[in-house]
């Protein structure tokens, strides 16, 4: 129930901007965020955000923002001055937490993100 779309091939020192709506059959979200999951590796948080605010990677921060749609369960992630290690799968993630305890989550199908040198 999670559309993700804005991947794409860039150039090191570029940006692009990924775009995730979730449907309207889905239950209550005060969470969502972003993961990647670079070739060979594991899958790996790269920023949230919630009614406590954003969270990111240390590897992305100050060139990665995550904010809200103007649509309810929308999020959007800037990506700027980016590097090849940025190269990744990226998903999206909407979720309901009850305190810090995952209640249920939701997936995108996943966008490619390539960064040539």
């Known amino acids: 129930p999670l559309v993700e779309s804005g991947g794409g091939l860039v150039h090191s020192g570029g940006s692009l901007r990924l775009s995730c709506a979730a449907s309207?059959?889905?239950?209550?979200?005060?969470?969502m965020a972003w993961y990647r999951q670079p070739p060979g590796k594991q899958r790996e948080l790269v920023a949230s955000?919630?009614?406590?605010?954003?969270n990111y990677a240390d590897s992305v921060k100050g060139r990665f923002t995550i904010s809200r749609g103007d649509a309810k369960n929308t999020v959007n992630l800037q990506m700027n001055n980016l590097e090849p290690e940025d190269t990744a799968v990226y998903y999206c993630?909407?979720?309901?937490?009850?305190?810090?305890?995952?209640?249920?989550?939701?997936w995108g199908q996943g966008t490619q993100v390539t960064v040539s040198s």
């Open positions: 309207r059959g889905v239950f209550t979200i005060n969470t």
């Open positions: 993630q909407a979720a309901y937490y009850n305190g810090d305890t995952l209640q249920y989550d939701y």
């Open positions: 955000i919630s009614t406590s605010g954003t």
